[in-house]
């Protein structure tokens, strides 16, 4: 009998924390960040990479195919007509119930610009700080980056190389999270590996994709099919873009 009512009080237990079939999913955030500058606007991948990004950000919102499903989402830009603009930031509210179409409509509708400047560290400072003011520090954390990945601040023209990409700063980004990941797609071979090897970083972990394989992402669209049922096209970004990344100090 005594054993018969520990199994019943462990299988309540186990009931009691099994999640519910409609529980929301847990909070984690996605910060997507737009490269609207000369140097990736005339790039011949930008028109791909606005399509692309509308995709993700459709994927995410909706946790379709597997896809982590973020709570928050919001979209700005990388650049601005002087350096350390304040950035606009378009919510998860602006994106609730639309097609990737709908969603790349309002991309290019938000940015119809051309910013002189790519300020990443602008960026990175003014994600943390709405992150911070939306009370959504400790969540996981996931910024894209859909540039080129050339940084063009004030000074940068004067300075090697090395020392232009040493002087990219993800330290606001650092402790929001225990999990806090920079993706930068479409950069190409030789500037991803400078962010690789070169932008410091402690805590953050960072994935680099390189434009030519961004590409990629068409030949697994299959005409026809619901966005819902694009199981080839999901499993690629999980594979290509959202892959785990080990932490890696650089100092």
């Known amino acids: 009998m005594t054993r018969r009512i520990a199994a019943l009080a462990c299988g309540l237990s186990l009931l009691a924390c ?8 847990p909070r984690s955030t996605l910060v997507i960040g737009l490269d609207i500058s000369g140097s990736f606007r005339h790039n011949p991948a930008f028109s ?15 946790g379709v195919g597997g896809l982590t499903q973020n709570t928050a989402i919001f979209v700005g830009e990388l650049g601005g007509e002087r350096p350390g603009q304040a950035k606009v930031f378009h919510p998860i509210q ?3 119930g639309l097609s990737p179409e709908q969603i790349a ?26 992150v911070r003011r939306n ?3 400790l969540a996981p954390l996931n910024v894209v ?19 232009k990409y040493s002087k ?23 500037i991803a590996q400078l962010w690789e090897r070169r932008v410091p970083r402690k805590r953050v972990r960072l994935w680099t994709q390189d434009a ?12 026809g099919v619901p966005m819902e049922k694009q199981d080839s096209l999901w499993s690629w970004v999980q594979n290509v873009v959202d892959v785990r990344v080990a932490r890696e100090r650089v100092l």
């Open 48 to 62: 791909g990479a606005i399509e692309f990004a509308a995709i993700y950000i459709y994927g995410h919102l909706n």
């Open 212 to 223: 030519d394989v961004m590409r990629g992402w068409r030949r697994h669209m299959v005409d």
């Open 105 to 130: 409509a309002n991309l290019r509708a938000w940015f119809p610009q051309e910013d002189p400047i790519t300020d990443f560290n602008a960026f990175f400072q003014r994600a943390a700080t709405h």
């Open 18 to 25: 099994a999640p519910t079939e409609h529980a929301p999913p």
């Open 168 to 190: 990219l700063d993800m330290s606001p980004l650092e402790y929001l999270a225990r999990n806090v990941t920079v993706r930068l797609l479409y950069a190409s071979p030789p």
């Open 145 to 163: 980056l859909f540039s080129d990945g050339e940084p063009d601040y004030a000074g940068a023209a004067r300075m090697s190389t090395e020392e």
């Open 135 to 137: 009370n959504l520090a």
């Open 94 to 96: 602006d994106l609730t």
